[in-house]
């Protein structure tokens, strides 16, 4: 904990961005009949029949002192998956950072191994070169910003019924590029000196 709360205290750095990864899974729903639009004094109303069309994967990357997010959408949440959207954090998104400061939770599928799972060795070592980890600890995710940045987006954009992948795509794209023009940063408040006050009972007891 005191690691990652470390990491968010430092001032701003273009060379050395932090950022953070998480995912979430989007049951995705179909209707059987179609809605009634909305009118006048109306909202749109909806059957409470549903379809259920199986599930999609939204990985969240977050800069938060850059006020930058993209969710990637994929059918699954494989080490394949994980080790895709790392490369493309690399080499699209900060091809020109000297170092990546990677904050993400303990997944089974967040492990640096899975880089050399999807790619062959020379390109798996060049990838995380580029990477400094920082894990949250077991129980810990809401030390992760990307997970605060995630209910966002299921607040303000996925608290509908989303049939498929492609709807899924077009309407985290609107999010993304609207929050992002918007340049909506997170002013992290939680000290090291915060958590151990409030979470003394969590610290080890030294009898000295």
């Known amino acids: 904990m005191e690691d990652v709360l470390e990491v968010y205290h430092r001032p701003y750095d273009s060379k050395r961005p932090v950022v953070c990864l998480d995912e979430a899974s989007k049951q995705l729903v179909g209707e059987t009949v179609s809605s ?5 004094g109306q909202p749109e109303r909806f059957d409470y029949e549903y379809v259920r069309n199986g599930t999609a994967n939204q990985f969240m990357v977050f800069e938060p002192l850059g006020g930058w997010r993209h969710v ?4 699954r949440r494989t080490k394949i998956d994980f080790a895709e959207v790392i490369r493309e954090l690399v080499d699209v998104h900060y091809p020109q950072a000297d ?7 303990n997944l089974n ?39 605060t940045e995630l209910s966002v987006l299921a ?40 958590a151990r006050i409030k979470l003394k009972r969590l610290y080890p007891s030294i009898q000295t």
């Open 99 to 105: 170092k990546i400061v990677l904050v993400m939770d």
């Open 155 to 194: 607040g303000q954009c996925l608290d509908r019924r989303i049939e498929d992948t492609v709807m899924l795509v077009r309407e985290v794209a609107a999010w993304e590029l609207k929050r992002n023009a918007a340049k909506a940063v997170v002013d992290w408040q939680f000290t090291t000196a915060n």
């Open 72 to 75: 990637e959408v994929t059918q």
């Open 109 to 147: 599928t967040h492990k640096i191994a899975s880089l050399y799972e999807a790619f062959v060795p020379s390109e798996a070592r060049r990838l995380i070169e580029k990477l400094e980890i920082h894990y949250a600890p077991k129980h810990g995710s809401w030390l992760d910003m990307a997970e």
């Open 36 to 40: 009634i639009p909305a009118e006048p």
